[in-house]
């Protein structure tokens, strides 16, 4: 297994572009998040998905979007990219929902001019 | 609601000595905690995980203590190796979600 993968794994941006971000796991999991680390802090929530067609918001989802649309795969969309996003996006997945070992992708590191 | 930080908390530990890693977390509906570390340049890994049900939870070299009165959870790690040199997060599954602490960087002293 190949486990979670992420692409790109850097991406440089000028404001206002948009971009999606590539995350896919071949576990059979059903949940699956996407987390922003910025220096000298922890992970936090952005979105999250139980299961194929469903989405949720989690801490900071402002300017991002995503979709469920297969088990396997679960992107994020930056509509309109500002400063403020750049940081490192970590994409997990989970066999359920918060009682299950979270395994993570290497990280895409954005950089938005 | 989390505050703005830049700096982690750093422990510096003597290589052969025991860790504590300490973590308050904030909602007491949190059924789930679990310990994370994370490397230089990678995503954060699983490390030990506990259910509210557990106070004590014991894995090789790594213990999790959970104290539900006060809301606070924390990691030993015995006999400290230079490996164990990384960012340390807590995490709690509350109201569905996993949320992260800010984490505590473990400096490992020769």
């Known amino acids: 297994n190949a486990g979670v993968t992420q692409t790109p794994k850097f991406q440089v941006l000028k404001t206002g572009q948009s971009m999606t971000l590539q995350c896919a796991q071949d576990m059979n999991h059903e949940y699956m998040s996407w987390y922003r680390q910025d220096p000298g802090m922890g992970l936090r929530l952005i979105h999250y998905?139980?299961?194929?067609?469903?989405?949720d918001q989690g801490e900071v989802p402002n300017g991002y979007n995503v979709s469920r649309s297969t088990t396997e795969d679960f992107p994020l969309r930056l509509l309109s990219a500002a400063p403020s996003q750049t940081s490192v996006y970590f994409c997990a997945s989970s066999y359920s929902q918060g009682t299950d070992t979270q395994y993570f992708g290497p990280g895409t590191r954005l950089t938005v001019l | 609601g989390e505050s703005v930080g830049l700096h982690l908390p750093t422990l510096s530990v003597q290589e052969g000595d025991n860790s504590i890693i300490n973590c308050a977390y904030s909602?007491?509906?949190?059924?789930?905690f679990i310990w994370y570390k994370q490397e230089s340049g990678k995503g954060p890994q699983f490390i030990i995980d506990?259910?509210?049900?557990?106070d004590k939870r014991q894995g090789q070299r790594v213990t999790v203590l959970l104290n539900k009165t006060v809301k606070h959870l924390s990691l030993q790690i015995a006999a400290t190796q230079p490996g164990d040199s990384a960012v340390y997060f807590c995490a709690e599954n509350g109201d569905d979600k996993i949320i992260f602490g800010k984490g505590t960087r473990l400096h490992i002293l020769p």
């Open positions: 909602n007491s509906a949190s059924d789930y």
């Open positions: 998905s139980v299961g194929a067609g469903i989405t």
């Open positions: 506990i259910r509210s049900n557990m």
